[in-house]
């Protein structure tokens, strides 16, 4: 959302400081997602008469977790079943919070809800795609050190042969090749090959171990063909974006918990079940006409003020009548 | 250890099986660190007679926690009071778990030891030099950022005066570019300078958002000597390390929850206060003679065998007597 431009995290330097309500003053909210329920929160507790029209029969919106026994209808019709064994949880929504979101990691504290590292960059994971490595999973450290192997080696031979005399002066040129040959690996001829230091990065045939066969035996870089081709640098770059570097963070649980912990704030407030279908503003206050879903029955609410979450793709579809 | 040689855990590939101990055979396990606790442990369930010496008061050797409350008191004689707050623990010890130590993992599960991620690589954390930047800490990110960017622009450069045409055939030429153009986030020159996109990788001076004030603006990044001066290069490659990479873990609570589960297994066969002075192997066993420290009394104890953990810098000080 951050990198969308839809929120402000970074500006976040404590909860808004909301006073001086109207007595009796009212606000309908539409939607319990965890932007409706802190709306609502927070004007209940500036001393509104606060509501909330919720569509589905949960609070959390988009802040959702699917265990083993839920099932889910999707708007096609096909039903979902989840049988995940117990402990086990899916988040089709949200699944992992940036350091930065500052505001959603404050009301996390406020309201309870523990956290626990999300590991978004995992070096020992595979990286597969079906065109590259003749189709077979390779493990991201091994391309990833062979790729900055790979492009020192070039670079080192570059200053070497003086072919960037213009650009270094003699002293960044000593530094840079010490950086290259420390940073890539490369061995004395500053070149980047097979061997027990390299291994000690990118993983080795053999590890090193005590016993009778204690004795490590490197592995097998990968050329510089290779690791172009796959555009493995894509994959190392994914985790260099500001928004995906570590360390973020999930609830422990499922990020549900961050919904249920909302609506344990404003359980009162909120009405399920309830398809807004039009909302009017006029000279006095707004009001909301909704379909109570289980029942068909319309309904009428009306107050000073609305506060619609509703996505701008559901909100297209209403009837709208905003001066 | 695994660096070291000391140690072989990516062949475990489950416990030992040990079956057919001589009926009545004993063992006695010095040490009631993890080693030697896990020896017993293994030992006992084969149907030897083990027991446990060790000299301090507490299970688990290095593997150890301080919390609020505890009190050392160091060789020289200095004794540190801990006052964390409650919830806090510092590991003086082994303070985190690579994911190939399958051995020591396989017993956490087994022993109901709860792991949680151990955060090794903070893109956000500060580097600190007082060489370099002014004295200034720098965020990782920042500095790795443009460490990239400068040497991909240079080789980019390399690479267009043709300058390593020899080693480059006119297809990886162009894959390169490619590479290095999105990899290092060149601009369009091929040069890397502030920018948004580059901001989106090391960071923003005002990060983007919503409201009045949503439009963000670039960092300055930092020149390509800046970035060679501090040996910041040295700091990224520690963690392409094999045994420092993402992900590792660490027991939730603090790291002597292991040697707590461990000792919860042979509680029964552990002597403490049992300061070992001297190991003596003959025709039909080994004596162990040891002091028990409160009471100063001289004791000895016989077994057919003896598994030694005690370190050899201790161990080199006492009367060993063996064949």
Chains 1, 2 share one sequence.
């Not at 959302?1 to 808004?16: D, K, N, V, Y």
């Not at 509104?48 to 029209?53: A, G, S």
């Not at 879903?293 to 319309?298: Q, Y």
Request: net charge positive.
């Amino acid at each position: 959302m951050t990198a969308l431009g839809h929120a402000a995290p970074t500006t976040f330097s404590g909860p808004p400081r909301l006073t001086g309500a109207r007595k009796g003053a009212s606000v309908i909210v539409l939607g319990a997602g965890l932007a409706g329920m802190l709306a609502a929160y927070e004007l209940a507790k500036a001393g509104y008469k606060v509501q909330i029209l919720e569509y589905q029969t949960r609070p959390g919106g988009r802040n959702w977790s699917l265990r083993g026994g839920d099932s889910y209808t999707e708007v096609g019709g096909a039903t979902q079943k989840v049988a995940f064994a117990p402990g086990n949880y899916l988040n089709p929504g949200p699944w992992r919070i940036p350091y930065h979101h500052r505001g959603l990691l404050h009301y996390c504290q406020q309201f309870g809800v523990a956290l626990e590292p999300f590991i978004q960059l995992n070096h020992n994971a595979y990286v597969h795609s079906s065109k590259a490595f003749g189709g077979k999973p390779q493990r991201y450290r091994e391309v990833a050190v062979d790729f900055k192997g790979h492009i020192s080696e070039l670079l080192a031979k570059a200053v070497n042969q003086n072919a960037l005399d213009d650009k270094l002066t003699k002293e960044d040129r000593e530094r840079l090749l010490e950086a290259l040959r420390g940073w890539g690996v490369l061995d004395k001829n500053m070149a980047y090959s097979s061997s027990l230091k390299v291994s000690a990065q990118r993983g080795y045939d053999h590890a090193p171990g005590g016993g009778v066969d204690g004795a490590p035996t490197p592995s097998q870089i990968f050329g510089l063909k290779d690791v172009l081709d796959p555009k493995i640098w894509n994959t190392m770059s994914f985790y260099f974006n500001y928004v995906m570097q570590t360390t973020m963070f999930q609830p422990v649980g499922g990020m549900d918990m961050i919904g249920k912990a909302f609506a344990r704030q404003v359980r009162n407030l909120i009405t399920y079940n309830a398809k807004v279908t039009k909302i009017a503003q006029g000279e006095n206050g707004v009001t909301i006409t909704y379909q109570d879903i289980p029942s068909n029955a319309v309904r009428e609410v009306k107050a000073d003020w609305c506060v619609c979450t509703i996505p701008a793709s559901i909100l297209s579809q209403l009837d709208v009548q905003v001066s």
